[in-house]
Every structure is written in structure tokens, then in C-alpha cells.
């Protein structure tokens, strides 16, 4: 049926689309709208680039810092470890020898006989290391009124079936005192004349003096010296022995350095 205002069927339905549907007309400011909603889109989509680069680039640097921290710390855990194993092998050196690192020297010796060097852990127990020197007791004296001894003990090195003997119980030593040879050097067991003269001087913490000879009298009196002694082990091949002056009077220094090549 047509509407009474209907001149032709085009008419009727443009009406209805017209009274159901908003229609209106492009214009220039909704050209302008749309190129300003473009542009604040691409923008938007830089922008959320830009954030996620950011974002990518904050991960690798936490990461490069991660590895950094983590090498820090291995090298730390391994100066450590090499730290205790060298001290691990100096305490074992230490325990080994029976001797710590303040013992007991004392230097005694007939006036016309040879120098003896005995180190005791302590002034009761038996000497951990006893050696005769090839030197006299009267050079020694003199050298040692100079005030400044060094006496330099030497040993070739040398591998046995069982490994390597302990520093201390090498049986045989070249000797320079001072920068001067001295003969050869020998390892001593504590025998009972040794024992004797380690128990008589065993009340002495420091000092020097003579002993009564033994009967015979063909070698004179017995002189001594005894001192505390401050123990180096470098290594397994080298140590050092220095004497310590508690009163700091100056007294004759006297060192003992064993090294084995």
C-alpha cells in the first residue's frame, strides 16, 4: 500500500531509511578528525614500541650484570680455596715436622769440638731437629761477636721409592756461615752425651754460659747458647729459623735457613 505523500515507489522507501537510519554529509572537519586520530594512533604504536625496546634492553643489562656478579663470585670462592689450601699445606708441613712456629734452639758445643744445633718443640721434649755443624764452636764464637750470624744449611734434592723425605731428616747439608763455606753439615740422633746437655740446660729460657767438661778435659769446656726461635716454613723444600730478642737489647742475631734444591 502506498503512503498518501508517496509520488513515486523510489519515494516511499527513501522516506522510511531516512526516518530509521541518521544520514548526514562528509565534511571537511571530519577529514581533519580522522588524519588527527591516525596520527595520535601511530603515535600510540611508537610509543608501545619504544617500551617494549626499553623493556628488552632493562633485561639484557640485568642479565650482563647477573654473569658479572656471578664471575665475581667464583673468583672470589677460588682466591679463598687457594688461600686455605696453602695454608692447609703449611699446617701440615708444620704438624709433620713435630714442630710448631715458636720452638727452643739451643747452639752448645765442646771449645774445641763442633757446633750442635738442637730445635725442640718445648724445653722438655726430645729435639725434632739435632744437627753438627763442621764449624768450631771457637769460629762460631768469633763470627758471632760481629753480632750478625747467618748460617745457611744446603741439600741436593732427591726422590726416593717411597717419595721425598722430610726437610728435617735430610741426613746431609752443605754449610756456609755468613756467605762463607763451611764444610758439610750431618744430621744427629739425641743420644745420651746430646741428652745429657739438653737436660742441663732445660731450666734456661735465654741465655749463654759454659758447662764443666766432660772428665777427659781434651776438648775443654762445653758452651751453649739458648734462645727461643721463630719457625718459617716457605715449602716443602725451604725453611728458616730466627732468633727473637724479647728484651730488644741489640743482642746477637742468629739465623738458621735450611733449603733443599
Known amino acids: 500500500m502506498r503512503t498518501i505523500m508517496a509520488k513515486t515507489p523510489h519515494d516511499s522507501s527513501f522516506s522510511f531509511s531516512r526516518r ?4 548526514r554529509k562528509k565534511t571537511e572537519e571530519d577529514d581533519q578528525d580522522d588524519e588527527q586520530q591516525e596520527v595520535l594512533n601511530s ?3 611508537s610509543l608501545k614500541l619504544n617500551e617494549e625496546g626499553i623493556k628488552v634492553t632493562d633485561v639484557k643489562n640485568t ?8 664471575r665475581l663470585q667464583v ?9 686455605l689450601t696453602v695454608f692447609s699445606k703449611q699446617r701440615r708441613l708444620l704438624l709433620s715436622s713435630g714442630l710448631g712456629t715458636r720452638v727452643v734452639g ?26 753438627e755443624l763442621a ?3 771457637s769460629g762460631l764464637v768469633r763470627e758471632m761477636a760481629s753480632g750478625l750470624v747467618r748460617i745457611a744449611l744446603e741439600c741436593d734434592r732427591k726422590v726416593e721409592r717411597k717419595g721425598m723425605v722430610r726437610l728435617l731428616d735430610e741426613p746431609l747439608w752443605r754449610t756456609y756461615c755468613n756467605g762463607k763455606k763451611c764444610g758439610f ?7 745420651p752425651e746430646e741428652l745429657k746437655v739438653l737436660k742441663a740446660v732445660e731450666p734456661i729460657s735465654m741465655g749463654a754460659g759454659v758447662l764443666p767438661g766432660s772428665g777427659s778435659g781434651s776438648e775443654g769446656e762445653l758452651m751453649y747458647m739458648r734462645a727461643k726461635f721463630e719457625r718459617v716454613v716457605g715449602s716443602r723444600d725451604s725453611e728458616a729459623f ?4 724479647p728484651d730488644g737489647n741489640g743482642g746477637p742475631e742468629l739465623s738458621l735457613y735450611l733449603l733443599r734444591v
Not at 530509521?20 to 544520514?23: A, I, L, P
Not at 730466627?242 to 730478642?245: D, I, L, R
Open 20 to 23: 530509521n537510519f541518521h544520514w
Open 63 to 70: 642479565s650482563v650484570h647477573v654473569q658479572q656478579r656471578k
Open 75 to 83: 673468583a672470589a670462592v677460588s682466591r679463598l680455596r687457594s688461600v
Open 242 to 245: 730466627y732468633m727473637m730478642n
Open 185 to 191: 753439615a750431618m744430621r744427629r740422633e739425641c743420644g
Open 135 to 137: 764449624t768450631p764452636t
Open 106 to 131: 739451643t747452639l752448645f758445643g765442646y771449645r774445641r769440638g763442633h757446633v750442635h744445633f738442637a730445635f725442640q718443640d718445648d724445653s722438655k721434649s726430645n729435639p725434632a731437629f739435632l744437627i
Open 43 to 45: 603515535s600510540f604504536s
